[in-house]
């Protein structure tokens, strides 16, 4: 794919959050950016980052509100916050039976700072 070559880039699953530092973040930024034609768009599948940093405690606590329906493991796995250190969030995967699976930890993103980057 060459610079200028594209109308739209669509981020599903808000793969900048996979990114840890921000330098490297607003990198993969400027590289899809050079992908745009004149007047082209990024659009971006936000995460619900907001919901988790806002009710850290509660989800913490076993309040997660998950419906398998967005983030699909499967119907053997079920994934849920496990630490929520600002600005980080790392989610553990688990069998029906609670054995660990593995981890993923995410930059999560506050309302906007996505776009201001």
């Known amino acids: 794919m060459s610079p200028g070559s594209v109308d739209a ?3 599903l699953g808000n793969s900048p ?3 840890k530092k921000i330098n490297q973040i607003e990198r993969c930024l400027e590289q899809f950016y050079s992908l745009l034609k004149p ?3 990024i659009l971006v599948d936000e995460r619900n980052f907001t919901y988790i940093n ?3 405690n509660e989800i913490l606590g076993g ?3 998950y419906s398998g ?3 699909y493991c499967g119907s053997a796995v079920t ?18 039976n ?6 993923l930890e995410m930059h999560a993103f506050k309302d906007g700072e996505l776009a201001e980057l």
């Open 54 to 56: 806002e009710l850290r």
């Open 63 to 65: 309040k997660f509100r």
């Open 9 to 11: 880039i669509i981020l």
């Open 79 to 96: 994934g849920r916050p496990v630490e929520i250190n600002s600005p980080y969030v790392t989610f553990g995967y688990f069998r029906k």
């Open 98 to 103: 609670g054995e660990f699976v593995g981890a």
């Open 69 to 71: 329906k967005y983030m």
């Open 39 to 41: 007047g082209g768009c």
């Open 17 to 19: 959050c996979l990114v």
